[in-house]
């Protein structure tokens, strides 16, 4: 979670069943399996949807949940299509379908493909899952709508920028729109929660989906910041050829982990390392 809680292990109970090769070639379990045998009216069986070619056994006709990847922007889903009919994406959108008490809700769950297209990507800041209160997730990793108060791993990592960046002011709000539209890619490991149960859907197929994400951006751009702090978002450095990109490191901004975290200095490493390569630095400022 993008939340204090970096140092919390997977909630017991989320489901993992059968399995499947990811992008990266990794096997993980999905939720088709656990559902195959459920009955379904006469008559009607899954019927074939759109790219995924999957429907959801209830549903007469695809539902925007048969279709969730639909929500994801063209300029991203063009690269990420072979992911879609695999059983582990089903396995998500089947597991949404019949669990939609979750957060952010499904128009904000991909928001962080909206702002530019992959092959733009400057910087990524990965986080682990959405915030699981009302109002809070809005689809990139740290940030919160305008009006909800900040959180305090944004907020250390408002007062990290303060002490790298000179001028920097610290912002009276959490909502990080801005970096995502000048090519900070704000990306979760997990891309969806139970309201009031952080961690919850960290099993059901998302880590696939996201470590796929990472792998595309690191074989298409080339010179990109990955931001990965805490040891949720450096697990996924595996898929980052460091002799292509900067990798950085450092503990979570989470108040649990945070000493670990102030004077990493990344954000100026970030732009130094992009003006080096041509590229023009990131505005923090929001």
């Known amino acids: 979670m993008t939340m204090d809680r970096e140092k919390k292990e997977d909630l017991p109970g989320v489901f993992s069943v059968s399995e499947s090769k990811g992008c990266h070639g990794k096997r993980q379990l999905s939720l088709d ?48 299509k072979p992911e879609f009919g695999k059983d582990y994406f089903r396995g998500v959108k089947r597991f949404l379908h019949e669990n939609r008490n979750h957060l952010p ?15 733009k990507t400057k910087v990524v800041i990965m986080g682990q899952d959405p915030y699981h209160n009302d109002n809070q997730a809005m689809g990139l990793s740290f940030s919160v709508p305008v009006g909800i108060p900040v959180p305090p791993s944004l907020k250390n990592i408002y007062l990290e920028i303060s002490s790298d960046i000179e001028g920097f002011e610290v912002p009276s709000h959490g909502d990080l729109s801005e970096w995502a539209e000048r090519g900070v890619l704000l990306l979760n490991d997990v891309l969806t929660v139970t309201k009031n149960r952080p961690n919850s859907h960290a099993g059901i197929g998302w880590r696939e989906f996201t470590s796929c994400i990472l792998q595309v951006i690191n074989e298409k751009c080339t010179n990109v910041v990955f931001m990965l702090w805490g040891r949720h978002a450096q697990a996924k450095g595996k898929f980052i050829n460091r002799n292509k990109h900067l990798v950085l490191t450092c503990g979570h901004p989470s108040p649990l982990s945070s000493s670990h975290f102030f004077g990493c200095k990344h954000f100026s490493k970030a732009n130094k390392y992009l003006m080096d390569h041509g590229k023009s630095p990131v505005e923090w400022q929001v």
């Open 105 to 119: 809700p499904i128009d904000k769950i991909f928001t962080f493909s909206r702002f530019f297209p992959l092959e």
């Open 33 to 80: 399996d656990m559902f195959s045998k459920r009955k379904t009216s006469a008559g009607t069986g899954p019927s074939k949807s759109l790219e995924a070619g999957w429907t959801y056994e209830g549903c007469a006709q695809p539902c925007e949940y048969c279709r969730l990847e639909e929500k994801i922007d063209p300029r991203w889903r063009m690269h990420l």
